[in-house]
């Protein structure tokens, strides 16, 4: 959906739920969200609105409006209490406590979706079935059974037609969002149509439980080697989009026990906690909802299980590399470091103030940098940091949002424990982890190969560029107020020298990563390159030299 006229067409299709929407929100006092909606709507703003209800914080007025208007919305409220850079603080605390518990569905309707889905009776597929659910949240709910050969497992199964209303709303909200940037071109600069399609996007891999059971597995291939840490297997061949067969996890919620773990306690919280760093900092993949709910004590506190994978983040390694270099350049007080990665990774607004941000950052890291990464207050600094994105309209990639509400989320955990453990003390390890992670090869490489196609491009595009500016100029579009000689040599020369940069830097970075083939600990591509490289700089000295100097 890209333009208003179809925004349209989709607010008249589904114009009870828009008016519901449009209700819901003038209930609650939040009629000025309701920018853009057509005029047929606005005479309910008025209508509906009830005065006593003012009197609630906004945080719980939207966790109120969540409830009222069902599973899409009350799955967007725990997303957006990951994201304190686009709701604030006290919105996202009051989202966090949001639960999405429905009534179960009747035995017979769940029956028949995980007939319908699996192809066969249910007594041919497992040897017990238990209609009573275990629980039943938002998305699916959840049932005891045993398969043929006696294993013990539980099926999540999906509540029928939620996909189907999921997408239903979506549709609506991003109709909104189209009128509503249209409308208000400060709205605009939030990027609301970009915001609602991120929402799709992560509501969607929540309602297809074979990317759960997938999930499990590679969760299950990065703790291959921990025996200690306990991860459901999923039984692919009896999951679906709308069920998900997985190993009954054995051991007792730590919700269950967490008053009663004694003097075992205190390693099996660190323990835990070690895990999630690794999930972040180690695998680029964790799990993303560390509460007591999903956490079980094993075999006597000597195991950690964790379940319940719908919600995990991804950080690739461009976006660790940007996450590290904010960390390196903060604790060692590089203002211009710290904005630079913080722009990099956040796609910034055309009206952004850089030196405005780099004095906010500034501030920012004289408060929460100015000790050793183990000692920094982890909640305050993230908190502070939304803050100062807010304010200048920076929006974090979700997962890296993700990431910082997950370790928000672990150090609210830990201290519910009532053990001396905090997250910063966690995370110290992993200050001489990116210290490593900076200087290794495989990284630098990554690194050199990345420079080298930005420099490609360069002297791909450069002529072309400077062609275009020579027309412009020719043609007249373009006044330039000085008399310039010798352009076309000026021109090759300014190529040669980024040629010369480009091949000397990425030469360096194999060199330094010893690239075979070699001789010795001496990397012959990045030899030939530097040497080459050098090359170059002395046929530009000359050239400069001979048309009298460089300055």
Known sequence: MTDTATARRTLVKNSSRVSEIVRTLAKYGFASWTVGVPDKYETLLGQFSTPELLDMSDGERVRMICLDLGVTFIKIGQILSTRTDLVGKDVAAALTTLQGDVPPDPPDVVRSTVETELGRPIEELFATFDDKPLGSASIAQVHAATLRDGTKVVLKVQHPGIREVIEEDLDILEALAVLAADKDPDLALYRPVEIVEQLRRSLLAETDLTLEGNNLNRFRANFSDEPDIVIPEPHMDLTSKRVLTMSLMAGDRLSSVIDDLGPDGEAFMHRGADVYVEMIFRDGLFHADPHPGNIYVIDDATKVGILDFGKVGRIDEDMQDLIDDVVVAALVHDSDGVTSAIIAMCDPPPTLDRSALR???????????????????????????????????????????????????????????????????????YGSMIASKRFAPKRMLRHAKRTAKGWEHLADTFPGDVSAILQGIKSGRIEVPLSVDGLDRNVNRLVYAALAAALFTGSARLWASRVPPRVGDISIPGAIGTVSAGLFAVRLLRSSRRAGGIG
Request: glycine fraction near 12%; charged fraction near 25%.
């Open 359 to 429: 004095r906010d950052l500034t501030a920012w890291m004289g408060r929460y940098a100015s000790g050793s990464f183990g000692d920094a207050d982890v909640g305050g600094a993230l908190d502070a940091a939304d803050e100062v994105l807010r304010k200048h309209r920076l929006f974090v990639p979700p997962d890296v949002a993700l990431l910082g509400r997950t370790l928000a989320q672990l150090q609210g955990m830990l201290a519910e424990t009532g053990y001396d453990i905090s997250i910063a003390e966690v995370l110290r390890p």
